[in-house]
């Protein structure tokens, strides 16, 4: 499970969050499980390439891994994306929890 230990993780974790299509791509992860690269991008209508663009940005915030998987008898893989299982809540409390409430 992805852990926000500091204000940066929330921020990196909450623009991870901040656009539809990554919202679509955690909803279609969530019920399929693991899916290819070239699956998520059919099944959302976007291409290939803006489908990377969102996946490397919820890998990069935690919420999604990848793992590449040898096609057996081809000289080729497929790229393979699993969403993190996370929990977020944020409330003016929290955030001064992660500042060590240090501000008054």
Known sequence: M?????????????????????????????MNGSLYL????????????LAKVHLNKLQRAGLVVSR??????EARALRYYQLVDFKLTVD?????KLMGGDYE
């Open 2 to 30: 992805t852990e926000v230990k500091s204000l940066e993780d929330l921020a990196r974790t909450m623009d991870a969050l901040g656009h539809p299509i990554r919202l679509r791509i955690i909803a279609l992860l969530k």
């Open 38 to 49: 070239a699956d998520i991008a059919k099944r959302l209508g976007i291409s290939r390439a």
């Open 92 to 96: 003016p409390d929290y955030i001064v």
């Open 68 to 73: 590449v998987e040898l096609i057996p008898g």
